[in-house]
DNA sequence: TCTGAAGTTGAATATTGACTCAGGTTTCGG
DNA sequence: CCGAAACCTGAGTCAATATTCAACTTCAGA
């Protein structure tokens, strides 16, 4: 389901990371990568990298067990595939609402509310992402990492333009991530019955109080 | 090493847990256990929970495979046990070092710093609580409802004596878990190398802004 | 229609590791 | 010092499943 709505993104990147001689050279065989990368999105969601099994993948994608291996090299290289396409496919979701915000306090409530919903939308994905940490940490570091990095950036920015006060930009990022990460842990996975509006707005004013320079309210 | 540590409280409790028929009932039994349970922190903490062998933790603490069968049920009970095991140990180590306080700014600074140093301290225990998420989700689930619902209660408190701005506290708490985890995750698991006080330091300054009812700057 | 490259198949292989158990050793109260 | 309870031992059982592979099918182009 959730995986299915990841498809099409899915779809169109994975020979980046896929051994050459591993992609698919006919629409059969991209119909059939794809199909197996939902699946394995599913099974891993569902299961968990250890309980999932491929053959449990290719029932669901509906092939045979040995049509796997024609696509992957490994168990790990497919759950690979999916943490790094979870990265891209979250950047590129919350960066869609909230470009055109001038200013970051509001871009950090939006920010925080894109990223609750497309939790939502990405269970099991997302689930994936975290598992990553156990599984394939590097890949889970360089997906935090890059996540660290702009986050940064656009602190240290908004800083000299005075949106903010001037602080640690670094530790900063990793405080904030920290936050929309189990927010979206406990308001997204485990429960998802209150408005994400509500929860952003909730997380904003403790952050707002905390980045802004004016003393007042600052909630933009 | 880290485990070492541990030893001592790990061995007082676990028989709480621990089928009554299992429990040790001899001094020779009770140093086994002990040795047991060091192993299978250590075991997990490197190798992680499915990479982890039993002969592993055997091995590891100088016993017979079936030795650890005396002891634990399974592979995922004793998982649980030191789950369990290290949110008592947390909690009793943040609470140490932050009673005495009287106000709560300065608790969120020390009581961030005490994390921290505690998890640079317990890396490997920290570690099988972070992978208990895919292992023993319940238990998982409960060491952070625990925390929440403690943090929540002292932030209702601190409001309710003025000493920070009424708000939605539940999710102040989540959110300001979330920041000492990934802080946690970032500057005491993957790098240990910065001073704790001035990781603190830099995200009480961010929390304080956003709690304070003053204007100026809180940081008691 | 023919051909071979691409794709598919699923039984077979090989490894791994949790858990059992029957038999030995240690401990300790009496 | 005895005997039973507690404890320890580690080879063996058993199930699971990642990965391989040789035979088979599909299909686009000649």
Redesign the interface.
């Known amino acids: 389901m959730t995986a299915k709505a990841a498809s099409v993104e899915l779809a169109d990147v994975p020979a980046a990371d896929t051994a050459i001689s591993k992609a698919p050279r006919t629409e059969r065989g991209k119909r059939t990568l794809r199909k197996l990368l939902d699946a394995a999105a599913a099974e891993f969601g569902e299961r ?3 309980e999932a099994s491929i053959s449990g993948i290719t029932q669901r994608a509906g092939a045979a067990l040995g049509t796997f291996y024609t696509y992957f090299d490994s168990k790990e290289q497919v759950f690979r595939a999916l943490v790094d396409d979870m990265g891209r496919l979250t950047r590129q979701h919350i960066a869609e609402r909230v470009t055109g915000t001038s200013d970051r306090l509001t871009a950090e409530r939006l920010g925080l509310e894109a990223f609750i919903d497309f939790v939502r939308g990405h269970k099991d994905l997302y689930r994936i992402v ?2 990553a ?2 599984v394939a940490e590097d890949a889970y ?1 360089n997906y935090y990492r890059v996540f ?1 990095e702009a986050y940064r950036r656009n602190l240290v920015h908004a800083s000299a333009k005075g949106e903010i ?1 001037p ?2 930009e670094e ?2 990022a ?10 979206g ?3 997204a996975v ?1 429960s998802d019955d209150r408005p994400a509006a509500e ?1 952003a707005a ?2 904003a ?8 320079p004016q ?2 309210k600052g909630m933009s």
Chains 1, 2 share one sequence.
């Open positions: 968990g990298y250890h975290m598992e940490q156990f570091r660290a006060s602080g640690h530790e900063r990793w405080a904030l991530i920290g936050m929309s990460v189990f927010l842990l406990r308001y485990w929860i909730a997380a004013e403790l952050i707002t109080f905390g980045l802004s003393r007042g």
